[in-house]
């Protein structure tokens, strides 16, 4: 793969091919249901942080895609989503490193939900605690406010750890997904070591234990 370089690191050109190689994108895109969709708003958060990691970065991602803005509230298929997360990922991290970059870009996803008019009014009316808001998360998923294929459960609250649960997940559980609750968690202000537990590609644990300087923040 060309990678450019750049003040401050280097822009890895996108390449699905080579995406293909070193993931199991290409098997998980045949097993996602046409109608398994999420909200435009995650789409626009991925042109949004290809900014924030470069100019030259942003510009990459949108030659590779063209189309990078969308209706926030409007549902678009989760596999576009994927693939554009694993493109954007590589783009910053090259083909060995893409598992990693999905953790750290999905970890704006609750930024990004938050700042919309359905995000704000959940939170509006919930302590700013990270067991509140996972319940929050909870019943949006729920309701389909955030993705219309998952379910996501908080299974247990501990005082050292609050065990979730994600169901017919398609978006790397193990990757993507512990970086998205490391987002929530980060939001509340609260540190916590996150880590996962497949059941299967699609299904399984995250457990948020939380540190010791962050028990008297919940």
């Not at 990678?3 to 390449?15: N, S």
């Not at 998952?150 to 065990?163: K, L």
């Not at 059941?199 to 300087?213: E, K, M, Q, T, W």
Request: charged share 20%.
């Amino acid at each position: 793969m060309q990678a450019a370089c750049i003040q401050g690191g280097t822009v890895h050109r996108p390449d699905l091919e080579a995406i293909h190689r070193a993931t199991d994108l290409e098997w998980r895109l045949a097993r996602i249901p046409a109608d398994a969709t999420c909200r435009g708003v995650f789409f626009n958060m991925l042109d949004a942080r290809a900014l924030s990691l470069s100019a030259e970065a942003q510009a990459a991602y949108r030659s590779f895609f063209r189309v990078y803005r969308f209706a926030p509230f409007r549902m678009y298929p989760v596999g576009d989503y994927l693939t554009r997360l694993l493109v954007l990922a590589q783009i910053e991290h090259g083909d060995d490193r893409i598992y990693d970059g999905l953790r750290e870009l999905q970890s704006g996803a609750f930024d990004a939900w938050a700042g919309t008019l359905l995000g704000r009014a959940a939170l509006a009316v919930v302590e700013p605690s990270l067991p509140s808001v996972l319940s929050m998360l909870e019943r949006a998923y729920a309701a389909r406010t955030v993705v219309s294929y998952s379910t996501f459960r908080v299974v247990s609250i501990a005082p050292d750890e609050i065990v979730t649960e994600f169901d017919t997940e398609y978006v790397y559980i193990q990757h993507a997904m512990v970086g998205a609750l490391e987002g929530v968690a980060r939001v509340c202000s609260v540190r916590a070591n996150v880590t996962a537990e497949l059941d299967g590609p699609f299904d399984g644990r995250v457990r948020i234990a939380l540190l010791p300087s962050a028990k008297g923040a919940r």
